[in-house]
């Protein structure tokens, strides 16, 4: 009786902890996370925690994560440089990276020996998904001698198949400091045109060869978007991510990584933003500035919403075959290079 009482004394005590910064945070388009949704995540963020500390396992949560993995769980939160950059760091056993699968495969590059885990399991990303290696090298076939950039939300071959990794954070800076008047430029087509577009405003144009697709959330936003959010709330700072199109983020205060705007609106003095970003990004927001108000049309990756509490424990604990990320090393050796200069290009 009384190990039970203590049992659920601590249960309590994980709940208020959880709630202290959930609250306020949305859960969904129209409800905020209510202290029952607390209660029923603290038997499951205390078993991860546990077997996180037994197996010597770090966790890394993009910030598209849902809020309990990402408040209740992860040792790192952030956009996908910051975690490539713990991962590269982390002296672990293993690592679980809360994210879609390109991320935990490019945590595997950067560290062959260790175990990398996906709750998610194969959680694709409509624009690592748009091209292939094989397509990669037709292109650079066709413009010979062009250096090659590749987005980070890429697969292992794209990377393998390019000079240089970059991500949202440094795509501008490192683009700026390739040498000769073109380049190319997989596998997003918008964020191609707002480099494209940066490279002309910072005094160093470069023709961009574009191939790929489009991400699914972010090439949904509309200039419309941006004018009847500045009509409704006069004043507010728009914000969005370079995967929107050049159309919008023409119109935004600020365009930049998840990390670019978190920082903007830590040192933003004004109140209310737009977001032209996910969902999961508003609620860290939510939760790191509750004296903000964030606005957006509503967009939400459903690949980043696969990992959850309980498969995160299901990884940790007896991970699936799909959950455990391996990668060919006659790839890995390519694919490390372009992101090992991207290091060196970021410092
Ligand atoms: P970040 O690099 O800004 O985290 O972006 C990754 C991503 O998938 C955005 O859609
Ligand atoms: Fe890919 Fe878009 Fe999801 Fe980011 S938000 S992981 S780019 S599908």
């Not at 293993?94 to 935990?104: D, E, H, Y």
């Not at 399991?121 to 998904?129: E, Q, R, S, V, W």
């Not at 292939?132 to 950039?149: F, I, M």
């Not at 990668?327 to 970021?346: D, G, P, Y």
Request: proline fraction near 4%; charged fraction near 25%.
């Amino acid at each position: 009786m009384l190990k039970t009482l203590e049992k659920e004394a601590v249960v309590m005590q994980e709940a208020q902890r959880l709630y202290k910064v959930l609250q306020g945070v949305s859960k969904t388009k129209a409800e905020k996370w209510a202290w029952e949704d607390c209660l029923a995540a603290a038997p499951y963020t205390l078993a991860i925690n546990r077997f996180k500390k037994e197996k010597n396992a770090v966790i890394l949560a993009h910030s598209y994560t849902t809020p309990d993995l990402v408040y209740g769980v992860a040792d790192f939160r952030g956009d996908s440089y910051e975690l490539a950059l713990k991962a590269r760091e982390s002296s672990a056993d293993i690592i679980l990276f809360a994210g879609v699968w390109f991320m935990a495969q490019t945590a595997k590059l950067i560290n062959p020996s260790k175990r990398v885990l996906i709750p998610a399991g194969k959680a694709g990303c409509t624009l690592a998904d748009s091209m292939t290696g094989e397509q990669v090298r037709q292109l650079r076939r066709a413009h010979p001698g062009v250096t090659a950039l590749c987005y980070i939300n890429s697969t292992a071959e794209v990377k393998a198949a390019c000079d240089v990794c970059v991500t949202s954070g440094n795509v501008f800076d490192i683009a700026q400091k390739m040498p000769g008047d073109e380049l190319i430029f997989v596998p997003d087509m918008l964020m191609a045109e707002n480099l494209e577009n940066e490279l002309k405003k910072r005094g160093t144009p470069k023709k961009i060869i574009a191939s790929g697709g489009s991400c699914c959330v972010h090439d949904k936003y509309r200039p419309s978007d941006v004018q009847m959010l500045r009509a409704k709330y006069p004043g507010i700072r728009v914000l969005a991510h370079p995967e929107c199109a050049a159309e919008v983020c023409q119109l935004c205060d600020y365009v930049g990584s998840t990390k670019g705007m978190v920082s903007y609106v830590a040192a933003c003095t004004d109140k209310i933003f737009g977001m032209f970003t996910e969902f999961g990004l508003v609620n860290r927001l939510e939760a790191e500035y509750p004296d903000k108000t964030f606005v957006w049309p509503f967009g939400v990756c459903s690949y980043m919403k696969k990992n959850s509490l309980i498969n995160t424990l299901e990884a940790l604990v007896d991970p699936r075959p799909d959950q455990v990320v391996e990668v060919n090393e006659n790839v890995a050796v390519q694919a490390r290079k372009s992101i090992e200069k991207m290091f060196e290009l970021t410092k």
